[in-house]
T-cell receptor, first 108, second 114 residues
Framework: GQNIDQPTEMTATEGAIVQINCTYQ??????LFWYQQHAGEAPTFLSY????GLEEKGRFSSFLSRSKGYSYLLLKELQMKDSASYLC?????????FGAGTTVTVRA | IAGITQAPTSQILAAGRRMTLRCTQD?????MYWYRQDLGLGLRLIHY???????GKGEVPDGYSVSRANTDDFPLTLASAVPSQTSVYFC?????????????FGAGSRLTVL
């Protein structure tokens, strides 16, 4: 079975940093994804980690520890447009299992 | 614009009726997926297809069926809709290869079963 946990909600101030944690217990593992989903829209791809360590992409970074079943998404220099849900997903046999998502609210 | 087209965008349906949600992609992706998204539960996989002519069951397949007659189309059918199938349905596609399986999602179909 799949068990993917992430916080339900987080609030942060514009310009600040927010870290969204994701822990997983899955029957198989071929990598971990982060997706962003604005309200009423489709999810869009943010990042992918298959090896341990940090992947950096501009203001967004993602970290993976396979031995701990743990990942985080780091959002730096927060902007109002970053208010969205962030979905952690584990790739198992080329099918993605998603966590329930973390809603991030950025306040001025 | 290349991508995934879903239809209808929104539909209200009486319980017991049959409904087909349509999904078409023009990216020549070999794999396609149907997810439903419910508040507090996230995206859950209903059915998938790794290539034309093959389909598989996901996490919540009961009450749904799919077909994959060609690469581009992957319709999802509710044979006899029930209120618990009220949800937002997302179709997705990807190139299944040895590397990352990045999903591209359609805009979603909001279905209400009364």
């Amino acid at each position: 079975g799949q068990n993917i946990d992430q916080p339900t909600e987080m609030t942060a101030t514009e310009g600040a940093i927010v870290q969204i944690n994701c822990t997983y217990q899955t029957s198989g593992f071929n990598g971990l994804f982060w997706y962003q989903q604005h309200a009423g829209e489709a999810p869009t791809f943010l990042s992918y980690n298959v090896l341990d360590g940090l992947e950096e992409k501009g203001r967004f970074s993602s970290f993976l520890s396979r031995s701990k079943g743990y990942s985080y998404l780091l959002l730096k220099e927060l902007q109002m447009k970053d208010s969205a849900s962030y979905l952690c997903a584990v790739n198992n046999d080329y099918k993605l299992s998603f966590g329930a998502g973390t809603t991030v609210t950025v306040r001025a | 614009i290349a991508g995934i087209t879903q239809a209808p965008t929104s539909q209200i349906l009486a319980a017991g009726r049959r409904m087909t949600l349509r999904c078409t992609q023009d990216m020549r992706h070999n794999a396609m997926y149907w997810y439903r998204q419910d508040l507090g539960l996230g995206l859950r996989l209903i059915h998938y297809s790794n290539t034309a002519g093959t389909t598989g069951k996901g996490e919540v397949p009961d009450g749904y069926s799919v077909s994959r007659a060609n690469t581009d189309d992957f319709p999802l059918t509710l044979a006899s809709a029930v209120p618990s199938q009220t949800s937002v349905y997302f179709c997705a596609s990807s190139v299944v290869a040895s590397g990352a399986n990045v999903l591209t999602f359609g805009a979603g179909s909001r279905l209400t079963v009364l």
